[in-house]
């Protein structure tokens, strides 16, 4: 996956436009080429086997943890990484819920070695996967504009489907046996706040600077613990 970079006219629009979250350095940053590498199994995140499983942390989110719109040295899960001289697995996919999240979770847990720590970020809900006419699985979420789809969120906010599920998955991360440490986008008392104090080269995700804070209050979270 590529992104073009943007003209020195494009990137002044964009701050005039949104001057509260675009940093200086956005310039530099969009003028230059911003390509994203996937491991065997579509994860932004080295090869399984090239983990050290005996030192690792676990990081499971959505696209804001694969770090869309950043260079992967930017994004929270591999400063927390250099900060803390250990190694790691990015088990985020972009646009997944916390239904994809428990799932790939699980799956992990049952094949490999446990990690040190989990970094469980919470998604913005709702989100669901559901299989089109042809059998074939997608994302659905508050971005979708097909009638189906939007019918289907409303029906499910209406019964409080996605506040249960989240409910019920609340009580399955509080309770894993393995350290681990939430953050959620919004106040939380049981997470650490992600909150977005810039933005990243697309305007929708969570930008350098964020990136930044949120690493260091995980590191400072481990290191108390």
Not at 4 to 33: G, M, R, V
Not at 131 to 148: P, T, Y
Not at 197 to 208: E, F, N
Request: net charge neutral; hydrophobic share 35%.
């Amino acid at each position: 996956m590529d992104n073009t970079p943007l003209t020195p006219e494009q990137c002044k629009a964009q701050y005039q436009e949104k001057p509260h979250l675009i940093l200086p350095w956005i310039f530099d940053y969009n003028t230059k080429k911003l390509t994203y590498e996937f491991n065997e199994y579509g994860h932004r995140s080295k090869n399984v086997t090239d983990i050290d499983l005996d030192n690792y942390i676990l990081f499971v989110g959505c696209s804001h943890t694969s770090g869309v719109g950043n260079y992967l040295e930017d994004t929270y899960p591999y400063l927390v990484s250099k900060q803390l001289n250990v190694d790691y697995y990015n088990l985020s996919i972009s646009g997944s819920g916390i239904d994809v999240q428990l799932h790939n979770l699980f799956n992990w847990l049952v094949r490999y070695k446990p990690p040190k720590y989990i970094v469980w970020q919470w998604t913005l809900e709702p989100r669901v996967i559901i299989a089109d006419r042809e059998n074939k699985l997608q994302v659905v979420g508050s971005w979708s504009n097909i009638k189906e789809h939007t019918d289907f969120l409303l029906a499910g906010k209406t019964v409080n489907y996605f506040k249960t599920k989240r409910e019920l998955a609340k009580n399955t991360i509080d309770n894993l046996p393995i350290n681990t440490i939430q953050i959620d986008v919004f106040p939380n008392l049981n997470a650490i706040f992600y909150q977005k104090i810039d933005s990243a080269r697309d305007l929708l995700h969570y930008g350098r600077k964020s990136n930044q804070i949120i690493s260091n209050a995980i590191v400072n979270r481990i290191n108390i613990e």
